[in-house]
């Protein structure tokens, strides 16, 4: 079987390393002046998460009562330390900027993400092996001003059975001591679902989406930035690879988010601190608060390291079904929705959770032109962490760790 897309993209994109694995984009952090070199980049990431193993009774190897059966499909074999692998990610990425004329830049980015391994159909059971290969393309143009900037974009991403256009444009506009800029942004995703299980099944997804942000220099060594953002969906959210998944046609979210960057530059440190707040809340009822936290230390001759973390946590959705007693009983027969019910879903990821990431970036300036990186992370996460308290206590913890790649040459 296959994936869609809202499996392979919630992988990679979501709760899941929130946004660690994210690859470089044609959202270039050049600011607001046209960038004096062209760039290009290339970036390598390998993903894979596991999940924890249980025994018929239901008890998995640290001991919580969990739904995972042993008679689930599992993608490999299992581990010593009591997971199984499950989902895995090759993903090659190649960005590319120039500048031209003096007030102009031109930039694309391409990617290619390979998925494989075995995703669960209900809860963190009845594992099913799943292959899948996106491709995507951004292309991005913007126009620099005196005071601000100007840029649209369009991206375009094709799998097996979900296809993705999308249009945006943003601006920005500065005060004129350079201070203060306010950012305005709208864009628009138009996406094609056609699960191959499903074959009679020909489904879209429309999202609009809206973004205001401020950006302020509080002092040399201070600049913090608040963004707010909105988007409404309609169309198909359900996943058609999950067992008793109907989930509503409309889907509305808020997003704030404050960051703080602080530049040590009187005790000899010469070090950076990257502070980050997001809250996120849609009409599934999924209430989440994400904190970043990341210190970049330059050391000696080009070489910095990075250590970061980033804790998690969201309440379930309105209609997440936790795992009944028949199925705590016998993992291989899902639970049941309640009669009449018109939206459920047994999905883990819309659950009640928390988690917890570790991470270390390691990177070289080799020249005026080349710049290597690589940079790992670890991730956990537990239905008892979260903050809400409501989690399900049932479901398997879940673990993920990354490497990120990277190489860059300017010209």
């Given at each position: 079987m296959k994936s869609v897309s809202t499996t392979t993209s919630t992988v990679i994109g979501t709760a899941l390393l929130t946004a660690a694995l994210a690859?470089?984009?044609?959202?270039?952090?050049?600011g607001?002046?046209?960038?004096?070199?062209?760039?290009?980049?290339?970036?390598?990431?390998?993903?894979?998460?596991?999940?924890?193993?249980v025994t018929q009774s239901g008890s998995n190897a640290n001991g919580v009562n969990t739904v995972s059966g042993a008679s689930s499909v599992a993608a490999s074999s299992s581990s010593s330390s009591g997971y199984q692998n499950r989902i895995g990610v090759d993903a090659y990425t190649m960005m590319a900027v120039v500048p031209v004329a003096g007030k102009w830049s031109v930039g694309t980015t391409y990617t290619s993400d390979s998925v494989s391994g075995a995703s669960p159909a209900y809860h963190s059971s009845g594992l099913t092996t799943m292959k899948d290969l996106r491709r995507a393309v951004d292309v991005q143009l913007t126009r620099y001003f005196s005071r601000g900037t100007l840029s649209a974009s369009t991206s375009y991403s094709t799998?097996?059975?979900?296809v993705s256009r999308g249009l945006s444009v943003k601006g920005s506009l500065s005060t004129e001591d350079k201070n203060t800029t306010v950012t305005l942004g709208g864009s628009f995703n138009n996406d094609s679902i056609n699960p191959e299980n499903q074959p009679n099944l020909d489904e879209t997804k429309q999202v609009a989406a809206g973004?205001?942000?401020?950006?302020?220099?509080?002092t040399p060594v201070d600049i913090v930035q608040l963004n707010f953002a909105y988007s409404?969906?309609?169309?198909?959210y359900s996943d058609p690879y999950k067992l008793y998944d109907s989930r509503p046609r409309e889907r509305n979210s808020v997003t704030a988010l404050a960051r703080w960057n602080h530049h040590f530059d009187d005790n000899g440190t010469d070090g950076t601190v990257h502070l980050s707040y997001r809250y996120y809340s849609d009409t599934f009822g999924i209430r989440a608060h994400t904190f970043d936290a990341e210190y970049v230390q330059p050391v000696f001759k080009g070489w910095s390291v990075s250590p970061l973390v980033r804790l998690y946590t969201q309440n379930e959705a309105d209609f997440y079904l936790a795992v009944g007693a028949a199925e705590l009983a016998d993992p291989t027969k899902p639970t049941p929705p309640p009669a009449g019910a018109v939206y459920y879903s047994?999905?883990?990821?819309?659950?009640?959770?928390g988690a917890a990431t570790l991470?270390?970036?390691?990177?070289?300036?080799?020249?005026?032109?080349?710049?290597?990186?690589?940079?790992y992370e670890q991730y956990e996460q537990r239905a008892q962490w979260s903050l809400s308290g409501g989690g399900d206590k049932r479901l398997t913890p879940l673990k993920a760790r990354s490497i990120q790649l990277g190489v860059s040459r300017e010209f």
């Open positions: 690859l470089p984009s044609v959202e270039f952090a050049y607001d002046a046209v960038p004096e070199r062209g760039v290009v980049s290339f970036k390598y990431l390998n993903y894979q998460d596991s999940q924890g193993i799998e097996s059975d979900y973004l205001v942000g401020l950006t302020r220099v509080l409404n969906g309609k169309g198909y047994e999905d883990q990821r819309l659950s009640a959770f991470g270390l970036k390691v990177s070289k300036q080799i020249n005026k032109d080349w710049l290597v990186d690589a940079k």
